[in-house]
């Protein structure tokens, strides 16, 4: 638990880390878009693989550009 105040308290002194760790959790938040959307078409819609995977990748990219401009910057 001291380890996690301690981390939490570094972390809020130091803006660069904390833009970073945003960033990582968009970056992450982008895989799980990616997977659902990807899911959803091939396996509920029956869409071609490759093709689901197109729209599940752009779909993937502009979330992530959106949660970055919004909440990372």
């Given at each position: 638990?001291?380890?996690?105040?301690?981390?939490?308290?570094?972390?809020?002194?130091n803006?660069?880390?904390i833009?970073?760790?945003?960033?990582?959790v968009?970056?992450?938040?982008?895989?799980?878009?990616?997977?659902?959307?990807?899911?959803?078409?091939?396996e509920i819609?029956r869409i071609?693989y490759?093709?689901?995977?197109?729209?599940?990748?752009e779909?993937?990219?502009?979330?992530?550009?959106?949660?970055?401009?919004?909440w990372t910057w």
């Amino acid at each position: 638990m001291k380890v996690l105040k301690n981390l939490s308290s570094y972390l809020e002194n130091n803006v660069l880390h904390i833009r970073v760790l945003k960033f990582a959790v968009v970056g992450l938040s982008g895989v799980v878009v990616n997977m659902a959307v990807l899911f959803f078409f091939t396996e509920i819609l029956r869409i071609t693989y490759w093709i689901s995977s197109i729209i599940a990748i752009e779909i993937s990219i502009i979330s992530n550009f959106v949660l970055n401009d919004i909440w990372t910057w």
